[in-house]
């Protein structure tokens, strides 16, 4: 790897003491050195609307903006009603427009999800799959990352386990070997 990769990283809960985005930091802590990770916020996007797409918000140009210069995206994820949170969704509507104009388009990306129950969030992990078969984002298949139980991860400094740490280490490091070989040289 001859120079630092740029990823931005989605976190899909907007809540302020969020499990997904404790994961999200803790995934940072121990990305390679090559890897840079970057949480883009998506709480104040305004929801979708395609009449917008003529004088697009501010919060949407500059949003597609950050995607588009990024080397590879992470979403780390919640499940809502065994399915994709509303406001990720939302941000990968206002990415994926004007038709045509896709940010996310060969970006390769990795899916995360989390969740206080015993299945991890697969609903919404596969949800989220789904949606980036369309959108032409190469999703690293293994390792795959379902965190059940994960309110108990994080001791009450916030730190991890050390078997959790090296579980998210090996998930990091799959994951710059895939931006390798999927991403622009
Ligand atoms: C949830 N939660 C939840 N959990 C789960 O495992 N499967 C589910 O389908 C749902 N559905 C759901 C819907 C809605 C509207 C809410 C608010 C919550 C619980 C959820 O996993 C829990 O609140 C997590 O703590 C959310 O992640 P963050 O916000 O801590 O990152």
Not at 155 to 166: K, M, Q, T, V, Y
Request: glycine residues 8%.
């Amino acid at each position: 790897m001859d120079r630092t990769r740029d990823v931005a990283v989605i976190v899909g809960s907007l809540r302020k003491d969020s499990i997904n985005r404790k994961v999200a930091n803790a995934l940072a802590g121990v990305a390679p050195a090559a890897l840079k990770l970057s949480i883009v916020e998506i709480g104040h996007l305004p929801i979708y609307n395609q009449d917008g797409d003529d004088a697009p918000p501010a919060a949407w140009t500059s949003f597609r903006e950050r995607i588009r210069s990024a080397d590879a995206v992470l979403f780390v994820t919640p499940e809502h009603n065994r399915s994709v949170p509303a406001a990720l969704k939302n941000a990968i509507d206002i990415g994926s427009r004007p038709y045509g104009k896709s940010a996310w388009n060969a970006k390769p990306g990795a899916v995360v999800s989390a969740s206080p129950g015993s299945i991890g969030g697969f609903g919404a992990n596969h949800h989220l799959r789904q949606s980036l078969v369309f959108l032409n984002v190469p999703a690293m298949q293994q390792p795959e990352a379902y965190l059940g139980g994960a309110d108990k991860l994080f001791d009450a400094e916030g730190r991890l386990a050390d078997e959790s740490c090296r579980n998210l280490e090996g998930f990091m490091q799959a994951f710059a070997a895939w931006i390798e070989a999927n991403g622009k040289s």
